[in-house]
């Protein structure tokens, strides 16, 4: 067991590698959208809530991140940054900006060798005994149901506390399945409804089988799931487990437009390109993940 940590402590340290290089070579064209596609307003959104996600990365204190907690998000008051959680090392803050009036939920991806760890725990599990049939990656609802409760009950206390914000619920990576997992258990909380309770997820992975993303689907909220190009990690874990994504699926293709495909793993959308890298994982939009805490100034 101590050799198998270790090759993937490695390959953990390469994949960041790789990503360095990516981020240091990556194309800044800027984004467009197809007309009939996605508003600018929508664009905004996506790339603001992509900030937050990235900030997750850092020890967050203060609002203080580096370029993450500059700009747009300048001002945003931290209400709690969690790290190093039992057992599973779940780490991310709950956070409030008063000019965008929303409370944030935000949760890191993989970035050590404990949470690459957690991305090979494949094995499906049960979601809920309310959703029969319905399961999930046991590492990604494992590490989830580390500070479920805490943060769960937080949130619904700022949002007594904030009764016309909204919450928004993001992450990247792991973080994006973290968050997935963090709205679904808000809905029901009094004050919460379809047209303030939101998730952006960038990168995120297969999450759970036909029947746990058909509920996320019908349940009726926004969830916003981004997909860079051939990013690879939006398609792990494969099909052939059982996995399965929720739609609608909001892809950046190679030309940097922006494009909606209602349908999960519509083959007009990123499944539509062959070749799937990694390197297309390190950046959406505007904002760089991962690195962002070592570009802190």
Excluded at 55 to 74: H, L, M, P, S
Excluded at 178 to 185: E, G, H, M, V, W
Excluded at 221 to 226: E, P, S
Excluded at 276 to 282: E, G, T
């Amino acid at each position: 067991m101590t050799g198998l940590y270790f090759i993937f402590s490695l390959i953990g340290k390469f994949l960041v590698l790789a990503l360095t290089i990516m981020i240091i070579t990556s194309d800044a064209s800027p984004i467009n959208k197809r007309q009939d596609i996605s508003s600018e307003s929508d664009i905004r959104e996506f790339k603001l809530w992509a900030k937050y996600a990235s900030a997750a990365y850092c020890d967050v204190t203060d609002w203080k991140c580096g370029k993450a907690c500059e700009g747009e998000t300048e001002g945003t008051r931290l209400i709690k940054f969690f790290k190093d959680s039992p057992k599973r090392d779940n780490n991310g803050y709950v956070a409030i900006n008063d000019k965008e009036k929303a409370i944030i939920v935000a949760y890191r991806g993989t970035s050590d060798e404990q949470s690459f760890l957690q991305d090979f725990e494949v094995k499906l599990i049960p979601f809920s005994s309310s959703v029969p049939k319905a399961k999930v990656h046991s590492g990604f609802f494992s590490t989830y149901n580390d500070t479920k409760n805490e943060i769960t009950e937080l949130v619904k206390q700022l949002v007594k506390k904030n009764p016309n914000y909204k919450v928004i619920s993001t992450g990247h990576s792991l973080g994006g399945s973290l968050a997935l997992f963090q709205t679904l258990d808000l809905i029901g909380t009094p004050g919460l409804n379809p047209s303030n309770l939101f998730t952006y997820t960038y990168g995120q992975p297969r999450t759970g089988n036909k029947e746990f993303t058909q509920f996320v689907t019908n349940s009726g909220h926004k969830f916003f799931r981004i997909v860079n190009k051939n990013d690879i990690i939006p398609h792990l874990p494969f099909r052939s487990l059982s996995y399965n994504h929720y739609g609608p699926e909001i892809w950046i293709d190679p030309k940097n437009e922006v494009v909606v495909c209602q349908n999960a793993e519509d083959k007009r959308c990123s499944n539509s390109l062959p070749f799937k890298s990694l390197l297309s994982h390190a950046k959406y939009f505007d904002t760089t993940f991962l690195l962002t805490c070592l570009l802190k100034k």
